[in-house]
């Protein structure tokens, strides 16, 4: 390629397709995203229903800071742009027996709560976040800050210190057996394994190092977005075009083009389009599969178990409910067989543990006054063939009278609008393959070591970004994985 800035091309305008672009702009980098959506945001968007508004992926904002540092790359004050405010509580749950803990985000707040309505103890929660954080901070910048498949980042004193202490993040346990060892009473330990589920995860299988996800929401805070989860698409991509690049909607690309072994561009019908590097911002499952179809894929990564789907319903609901929180949890009585379900049966079980999400405890305007806007979901496995219209009935079914029978109201009467996201939907509305939220599960100890890196070993010029792809999925670990791919590429 000849001319004064170099060109890049990224493949997607998911969180990381953005974050990417708007990188490589600042890098002087002329860049274009094509996306195959109308809009940018990928999983991460906002649908309406009447007069309601619903963010209908991401819900939980943790690490805002990722976010701010993408303005200040551009030189721009992010409070100038992208406001949210910190949680005072975190999460509500509501158990069978009536209890109910709410999660505050001052941490002796929290194990004070824990103390007050479980049988454990304010002492364990606090040994317990204590040992998060040890997991965070020898973790973080070994496995999440950087490629961990770059022999350069192993020979250096930071990683050396945290190799050595690598028993220490609790690899050979899994998270049930660290959480029911630290907890005596059922509910603490099924509050601290719902983490698994951060990545699409089984508390059951994955190890006990998944702990560390706590610390990221008790120590740096959850957040909320001002105008909702969407907020961090809409200000971003007004970021990037300021940044001078250049979206094109509606524009699924249908190759990477190679020349003499190097990405050279992509091809969008007949058109080739040249380029000095290419992203991709797609499933990385799928960039093999329909975008690199002539080259030979790195089948194990590629068939490693994928992460867990979820199923929500979206309810425009015709009341309020004071007792309910931002988000909420209304925990099974049997976690295990909830998990067994989705990881070895590969359905739904009769009593899933359900999560509300209603945005419009905070931003009033996402429903009519004196309703709400209910984002209700399920975890449940990624598709493989399932019969989704009868699991589908089946849950809508045990969702209400599970909900019913705690809120002590019939939920169903209630109901004025609904759209229904499943793993099929999920998968063709954003190419994750198998409707997975978050690429492949991290249930293997050798997860981390196994997702795709940020670049091809085999294709210069092409890198990866996004969730199925190293370090993870989830919006903060996409975020960074478009900061690996901004430091790959020199
Ligand atoms: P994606 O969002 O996967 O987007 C990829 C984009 O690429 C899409 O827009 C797609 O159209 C486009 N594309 C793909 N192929 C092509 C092609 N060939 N040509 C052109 N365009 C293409 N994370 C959290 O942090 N907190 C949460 O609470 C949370 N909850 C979630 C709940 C749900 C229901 C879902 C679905 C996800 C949730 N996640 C959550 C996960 C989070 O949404 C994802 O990890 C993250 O948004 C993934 O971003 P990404 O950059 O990988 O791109």
Same mark, same amino acid.
């Given at each position: 390629?000849?001319?004064?800035a170099?060109k890049?091309?990224?493949?997607?305008?998911?969180?990381?397709?953005?974050?990417?672009?708007?990188?490589l702009?600042v890098k002087?980098?002329?860049?274009d995203?094509?996306?195959?959506?109308?809009?940018p945001?990928g999983?991460?968007?906002?649908?309406?229903s009447?007069?309601?508004?619903?963010?209908?992926?991401?819900?939980?904002?943790t690490?805002?800071?990722?976010?701010?540092?993408?303005f200040?790359?551009?030189?721009?004050?992010?409070?100038n742009h992208?406001?949210y405010?910190?949680?005072?509580t975190?999460?509500?749950?509501?158990?069978?027996?009536g209890?109910?803990?709410?999660?505050?985000?001052?941490?002796?707040?929290?194990?004070e709560?824990?103390?007050?309505?479980?049988?454990?103890?304010?002492?364990s929660v606090h040994?317990?976040?204590?040992?998060?954080?040890?997991?965070?901070?020898i973790?973080?910048p070994?496995?999440l800050?950087?490629?961990?498949?770059k022999?350069?980042?192993y !020979? /250096?004193?930071?990683?050396?210190r945290?190799? =050595? +202490?690598?028993?220490?993040?609790?690899?050979? @346990?899994?998270?049930n057996?660290?959480?029911?060892?630290?907890?005596k009473d059922?509910?603490?330990?099924?509050?601290f394994?719902?983490?698994a589920?951060?990545n699409g995860?089984?508390p059951?299988?994955?190890?006990?190092?998944l702990?560390?996800?706590?610390h990221?929401?008790?120590h740096f805070?959850?957040?909320?977005?001002?105008?909702?989860?969407?907020?961090i698409v809409?200000?971003?991509?007004?970021?990037?075009?300021?940044?001078?690049?250049k979206?094109? !909607? /509606?524009?699924?690309?249908?190759e990477?083009? =190679? +020349?003499?072994?190097?990405?050279?561009?992509? @091809?969008?019908?007949?058109?080739?389009h040249?380029a000095?590097?290419?992203?991709?911002?797609?499933?990385?499952w799928?960039?093999?599969?329909k975008?690199?179809?002539?080259?030979?894929?790195?089948?194990?990564?590629?068939?490693?178990?994928?992460?867990?789907?979820?199923?929500?319903?979206?309810?425009?609901?015709?009341k309020?409910f004071?007792?309910?929180?931002?988000?909420?949890?209304?925990?099974?009585?049997?976690?295990?067989?909830?998990?067994r379900?989705?990881?070895q049966?590969?359905?739904?079980?009769?009593?899933p543990?359900?999560?509300?999400?209603?945005?419009s405890k905070?931003?009033?305007?996402?429903?009519p006054?004196g309703?709400?806007?209910?984002?209700?979901?399920i975890?449940v496995?990624?598709?493989?063939g399932?019969?989704?219209?009868?699991l589908?009935?089946?849950?809508r079914?045990n969702?209400l009278?599970k909900l019913?029978?705690?809120l002590k109201?019939?939920?169903?009467?209630?109901?004025v609008s609904?759209?229904?996201?499943?793993?099929?939907?999920?998968?063709?509305?954003?190419?994750?393959?198998?409707?997975?939220?978050?690429?492949?599960?991290?249930?293997d100890?050798f997860a981390?070591?196994?997702?795709?890196?940020?670049?091809s070993?085999?294709i210069?010029?092409?890198?990866?970004?996004?969730?199925?792809?190293?370090?993870?999925?989830?919006?903060?670990?996409?975020?960074?994985s478009?900061k690996?791919?901004?430091?790959?590429?020199?």
């Amino acid at each position: 390629m000849s001319g004064a800035a170099k060109k890049a091309i990224v493949i997607g305008a998911g969180i990381a397709g953005i974050a990417t672009a708007i990188r490589l702009a600042v890098k002087g980098y002329s860049v274009d995203v094509y996306e195959a959506g109308a809009e940018p945001g990928g999983k991460l968007s906002e649908i309406r229903s009447g007069d309601f508004r619903f963010d209908a992926g991401p819900s939980l904002f943790t690490m805002p800071q990722y976010v701010d540092e993408l303005f200040r790359l551009a030189g721009k004050k992010p409070e100038n742009h992208f406001k949210y405010i910190r949680l005072d509580t975190v999460c509500k749950y509501f158990f069978e027996d009536g209890t109910e803990i709410k999660a505050y985000a001052d941490r002796n707040k929290f194990s004070e709560e824990i103390e007050n309505k479980t049988a454990d103890t304010a002492r364990s929660v606090h040994d317990f976040l204590d040992k998060s954080e040890q997991i965070y901070n020898i973790t973080d910048p070994v496995f999440l800050q950087r490629s961990l498949h770059k022999w350069r980042n192993y !020979f /250096n004193l930071t990683t050396l210190r945290s190799v =050595l +202490r690598f028993p220490r993040i609790d690899p050979f @346990r899994t998270m049930n057996q660290a959480n029911a060892a630290e907890f005596k009473d059922s509910k603490t330990v099924r509050l601290f394994n719902r983490y698994a589920t951060y990545n699409g995860s089984d508390p059951y299988q994955a190890p006990a190092t998944l702990n560390v996800i706590p610390h990221f929401e008790q120590h740096f805070g959850a957040y909320f977005p001002e105008g909702g989860m969407y907020s961090i698409v809409r200000s971003l991509a007004d970021l990037a075009i300021a940044c001078g690049l250049k979206f094109h !909607f /509606n524009t699924y690309v249908d190759e990477i083009e =190679l +020349r003499e072994g190097k990405a050279a561009g992509v @091809r969008i019908g007949a058109t080739s389009h040249l380029a000095d590097v290419v992203v991709s911002n797609m499933d990385v499952w799928y960039t093999y599969r329909k975008l690199l179809k002539n080259i030979p894929a790195p089948e194990k990564i590629l068939l490693q178990e994928r992460s867990s789907s979820a199923l929500i319903f979206y309810w425009g609901i015709n009341k309020s409910f004071p007792e309910l929180e931002l988000h909420n949890i209304f925990f099974t009585e049997d976690y295990e067989t909830e998990f067994r379900h989705i990881w070895q049966k590969k359905d739904v079980c009769a009593d899933p543990t359900i999560y509300l999400n209603i945005s419009s405890k905070i931003q009033t305007s996402d429903a009519p006054p004196g309703c709400e806007n209910w984002f209700t979901m399920i975890n449940v496995p990624s598709n493989s063939g399932q019969d989704w219209d009868a699991l589908i009935a089946a849950a809508r079914r045990n969702i209400l009278s599970k909900l019913s029978r705690i809120l002590k109201t019939d939920v169903a009467s209630l109901i004025v609008s609904e759209q229904i996201l499943d793993p099929r939907t999920i998968d063709s509305q954003t190419f994750s393959y198998q409707g997975s939220l978050y690429g492949s599960s991290s249930n293997d100890q050798f997860a981390a070591f196994l997702r795709h890196a940020n670049f091809s070993s085999k294709i210069d010029g092409l890198f990866f970004a996004g969730g199925s792809v190293h370090p993870g999925g989830g919006i903060p670990l996409a975020l960074l994985s478009a900061k690996i791919v901004d430091d790959l590429i020199q």
